[in-house]
T-cell receptor, first 116, second 112 residues
Framework: EAQVTQNPRYLITVTGKKLTVTCSQN?????MSWYRQDPGLGLRQIYY???????DKGDVPEGYKVSRKEKRNFPLILESPSPNQTSLYFC???????????????FGEGSWLTVV | QKEVEQDPGPLSVPEGAIVSLNCTYS??????FMWYRQYSRKGPELLMY????GNKEDGRFTAQVDKSSKYISLFIRDSQPSDSATYLC????????????FGTGTRLTIIP
């Protein structure tokens, strides 16, 4: 079954304690990204990766790091979490749109993160 | 001005009604337009994907794009309680740029 898997799904942590949210996809997709979803603000892109070892900032990258050492994995790292990073996080993947005809972007189930 | 504007609702309609959901956007460079459906505590799932101006139909769903007005719509015919969800419009730039820009979402409830 094609899927994007995130872990943990739910986490409460304290300010300053480093954490990593893992993301893995089994569809051999080149493109992966992280979004956060906040009430009234919708989904905003944090970081994205066009392929292995290729990452770039999205709209709200401050306070986050990512890495893409393997094609299937794209972890999101919060080096020193703060309460304003309390949010619902989604990982997404898609194949490269080589033809320009459009493609489907698959989202994970989401990770609820609370920083106290 | 946000790049993508969407009325957050909430919107409640009786079962069987026609639902109209709308988005406007400000950047004419957007080329691809999508509607995602998101159930509570779930990830968004792609509902409709369109490139050009005009209508695209898929079962009870019709996506309409008017590039001259920078306006997109989603129509749901014969609405069902299972259609109750948050609907997100999304835009993407042209070929080679995968980044999605989302509206804030409209929360829809279909009343049996």
């Amino acid at each position: 079954e094609a899927q994007v898997t995130q872990n943990p799904r739910y986490l409460i942590t304290v300010t300053g304690k480093k954490l990593t949210v893992t993301c893995s996809q089994n569809m051999n997709h080149e493109y992966m990204s992280w979004y956060r979803q906040d009430p009234g603000l919708g989904l905003r892109q944090i970081y994205y990766s066009m392929n292995v070892e290729v990452t770039d900032k999205g709209d709200v990258p401050e306070g986050y790091k990512v890495s893409r050492k393997e094609k299937r994995n794209f972890p999101l790292i919060l080096e020193s979490p703060s309460p304003n990073q309390t949010s619902l996080y989604f990982c997404a993947s898609s194949p490269r749109d080589r033809s320009g005809s459009g493609n489907t972007i698959y989202f994970g189930e989401g990770s609820w993160l609370t920083v106290v | 001005q946000k790049e993508v504007e969407q009325d957050p609702g909430p919107l409640s309609v009786p079962e069987g009604a026609i639902v109209s959901l709308n988005c406007t956007y400000s950047n004419s460079a957007f080329q691809y337009f999508m509607w995602y459906r998101q159930y509570s505590r779930k990830g968004p799932e792609l509902l409709m994907y369109t490139y050009s101006s005009g209508n695209k139909e898929d079962g009870r769903f019709t996506a309409q794009v008017d590039k001259s007005s920078k306006y997109i719509s989603l129509f749901i015919r014969d609405s069902q309680p299972s259609d109750s969800a948050t609907y997100l419009c999304a835009k993407r730039f042209s070929f080679g740029n995968e980044k999605l820009t989302f509206g804030t979402g409209t929360r829809l409830t279909i009343i049996p």
